[in-house]
C-alpha cells in the first residue's frame, strides 16, 4: 500500500514557540491532504483540507493563524502550530489522498506533540 | 446531522470470534472504511465497502448494507495483538471521513 511518512515523531517544546510538522507521500502524489488532531480516549478531528496549490480549508473552531499549513507539492505539506500552549499538547496525524483516487486516504504514523 | 453508534468495549477471548457493529448516519455516502487504531498509534487501514454484501481480507470480513445504514467487522482467530480501538469511518457525499470514538477490543487469554 501506499506509505505516508511524518516528521518529527514526537516534539517536546516550551510554550510560545512554534513547531512545524511535515507530512510526506512516499509513493504516490497527493493532490490531497488532510490534518487531525486527537487527544486521548478521544475520535480524531479533522483540523484541515488541504489542496496541492492552494490555501488550505480549516474546520470551524480551528485558528487559521495558529496552525499554519502548506501544502507547497504532491508530496508535501506542513502544519506549524505556532505560539504554542500547554493545551495545544496532542497527536497530530496528517493523511494523503492520491490524484487517482478520491476514496482512499493513506494516514501517516502521527506526531506526538508536548508543550511544556 | 451526521453520526456513527457503535458499542464503546467490547470484550473477547484469544481464538473466538468477534463482530463488531455499526450503523451510521451521513449526508450521502461514498463508501465505509474501517480502521484499526492502536493506543499511541495512527489508523491502520483494514477494510473498504462501497457496495453492499460481505469483503473477506484473511482473518477480518467486512459487510454493508446501504439501505440499512448498518456495518460490521468480523474478526476471526483472535489474537492478542488484535487489542486495539475498531473505527467504522463513513464516507460523505463530499468524500469526508466521518469519525466517531470506535470500539475498543480486548481480547483475554
Known amino acids: 500500500g501506499a506509505v505516508v511518512s511524518q516528521h518529527p515523531s514526537r516534539v517536546i517544546c516550551k510554550s510560545g514557540t512554534s513547531v512545524k510538522i511535515e507530512c510526506r507521500s512516499l509513493d504516490f502524489q497527493a493532490t490531497t491532504m488532510f490534518w487531525y488532531r486527537q487527544f486521548p480516549k478521544k475520535s480524531l478531528m479533522l483540523m484541515a483540507t488541504?489542496?496541492?496549490?492552494?490555501?488550505?480549508?480549516?474546520e470551524q473552531g480551528v485558528e487559521k493563524d495558529k496552525f499554519l499549513i502548506n501544502h507547497a507539492s504532491l508530496t508535501l505539506s506542513t502544519l506549524t502550530v505556532t505560539s504554542a500552549h500547554p493545551e495545544d499538547s496532542s497527536f497530530y496525524i496528517c493523511s494523503a489522498r492520491s490524484s487517482t483516487s478520491q476514496e482512499t486516504q493513506y494516514f501517516g504514523p502521527g506526531t506526538r506533540l508536548l508543550v511544556l | 446531522g451526521q453520526n456513527i453508534d457503535q458499542p464503546t468495549e467490547m470484550t473477547a477471548t484469544e481464538g473466538a470470534i468477534v463482530q463488531i457493529n455499526c450503523t451510521y448516519q451521513?449526508?450521502?455516502?461514498?463508501?465505509l472504511f474501517w480502521y484499526q487504531q492502536h493506543a499511541g498509534e495512527a489508523p491502520t487501514f483494514l477494510s473498504y465497502n462501497v457496495l453492499d454484501g460481505l469483503e473477506e481480507k484473511g482473518r477480518f470480513s467486512s459487510f454493508l448494507s446501504r439501505s440499512k445504514g448498518y456495518s460490521y467487522l468480523l474478526l476471526k482467530e483472535l489474537q492478542m495483538k488484535d487489542s486495539a480501538s475498531y473505527l467504522c469511518?463513513?464516507?460523505?457525499?463530499?468524500?469526508?471521513?466521518?469519525w466517531g470514538a470506535g470500539t475498543k477490543l480486548i481480547i483475554k487469554p
Open positions: 469511518v463513513p464516507m460523505d457525499s463530499n468524500y469526508q471521513l466521518i
Open positions: 488541504s489542496n496541492e496549490g492552494s490555501k488550505a480549508t480549516y
Open positions: 451521513t449526508s450521502g455516502f461514498n463508501g
